[in-house]
Structure formats: C-alpha cells, structure tokens
C-alpha cells in the first residue's frame, strides 16, 4: 500500500463514524439460505512479508456462543472476469481472475440489522472464510460494512477509511521494506473492521480514524483483540491474525501470516 492498511454494507453506529468515500449498502440479507459452491483452485505462491513477534500484550475475551433469531445465515460464491474487477485486478498480477470467487456473505451491521456483502478471495479458500462469517453471523459480530473494494476505485486508503471489510486487491505490502506483493494480491487475506482494528504502522495509525482504538484494553464492539470471536473465528479456518506483529495490523488476517 501506500500508507494505508492491509484492508459491506453496514448502517452507522453509536461508535464515531469515520469518512466514508464509498457506498454504504444497507439492503436487509436475503431470508433464503442459499448453498455456497466453489471450484476450489489451488495455487502455490511465494510471500515476503515477514512476520514478527507482538512487543505489546493484547488483552483476552471470551468467545460468544450463537445468537438465536434474525434471518437465516447466506454465504455463496461466484466466479469472477477481469471486467468484474476493474481496479483491483491488472496483467501482472500474482493470480488470474478465473482463480478468484466473489463471496456474497450476511452479516450482521452496527445497527443490530442483518446486511448483505461482497468480498473477493482466492478460490481455494471460498468455503472457508464463507465459513469464518457464518460463525461470526452466528454470534452477532458487528462488521460496519463489506464491499469489494472496486467500489473505491481500488485504494485501500480509501476503503480502510470507510471503515469496509476486504479481501483481495493486487497491490504491494504496506510495509517499510522493498516492495513486495501484499498477501491481498493473491485473494488470501482479509481486513474487517479497519477503523476499530488500525494498523499501528512505526507509530502510524492507519487509517487516522482508528485512533481512539489504538488502546486495545478497552474492548468495544467490532474489535480483533486476543481469544475474541473474530481472531478465534479465523484462527478456526487456519487464519493467521496481524494483530501479533511488533507493528500490530489488527485489521488484517491472512492464511500465510503475512
């Protein structure tokens, strides 16, 4: 990224609301349950980011147990062209179009309402984050909103902005060394929450916004912090969280650890 972070419709919140550049779809989830099919494609890629070790404790939650009520959970995926993706995807990139799936998932909004989203992930990995957010629907994880990040013209400065949960954008790392493919170019990680979750980049809080949720002793609604619902959802799925780096990206969660 530039200094942005790794980065749905969703209704503001009684939380501060950050600037929004992108849409906000509100429309309620479907009440069908709909079976999600994937082609699962895989691929092997090579990843330079390193990871370190957190220098900062993150404090400990319990994980909830289902909330019953609300429409039926429905998460689906569908192939995708490069017209699908006109700013997130170019020639050169480390994935094909064909090798990602479009997911179209609930979830459920800081309004308390059910919402429905889209994120791009690689293929083979489709059924499993369907699978992180139906738990996470399942247990009334408040998300802000979830669209692809298309719809912000490809920059994740402006998604993270608007606080919007995403998955694959062909981009570089957003780090301090030579440059390297973020694990987002290759459809295998995802950013939920970036105004609760920021990326504490050497002193940078990414995006500016997140500030008031750099102290993560105070758990407030939609947070990655340590045994909670959403780093315990991914980790269940054998997601790695950023939430542990020595420059914390609490937003970011990813297959590789980077």
């Known amino acids: 990224m ?23 779809t509100t429309e309620p989830a479907t009440t069908t349950t709909l079976a ?23 404090p400990t939650t319990a994980a909830t147990q289902p909330v019953p009520g609300g429409p039926p959970f429905s998460g689906t995926a569908v192939r995708v062209t490069a ?14 179009p064909e090798d990602l799936r479009k997911l179209q998932l609930s979830f459920w909004g800081f309004d308390d309402q059910a919402h429905t989203g889209e994120l791009v992930v690689h293929a083979s990995e489709a059924q499993a984050v369907i699978g992180v957010f139906e738990r996470l629907y399942e247990r009334r994880f408040p998300i802000r909103r979830m669209e692809v990040i298309d719809v912000y013209g490809g920059s994740d400065d402006a998604s993270i902005a608007a606080d919007n949960t995403s998955g694959f954008n062909c981009r570089n790392a957003v780090s301090s060394g030579p440059p ?19 990326y504490i980049l050497n002193g940078t809080v990414l995006p500016p916004a997140g500030a008031p949720y750099v102290d993560r002793r105070n758990v407030r609604p939609g947070m990655a912090v340590r045994g909670g619902e959403l780093v315990a959802a991914f980790a269940a799925a054998g997601w790695s969280w950023g939430g542990v780096w020595a420059n914390p990206d609490y937003q970011h969660f990813s297959t590789s650890g980077n």
């Open 180 to 198: 390297t493919w973020s694990a987002h170019a290759y459809g295998r990680a995802i950013d939920v929450n970036p105004v609760e979750n920021p």
């Open 36 to 58: 999600a099919t994937t082609t699962v494609q895989s691929t092997t890629t090579t990843r330079a980011r390193p990871t370190t070790t957190a220098t900062r404790p993150a």
């Open 83 to 96: 017209a699908d993706l006109p700013f997130s995807w170019r020639p050169g990139c480390p994935v094909a």
């Open 2 to 24: 530039l200094l942005a972070a790794c980065g749905s419709s969703g209704s503001p919140s009684a939380e501060p609301q950050p600037a929004t550049t992108g849409p906000a």
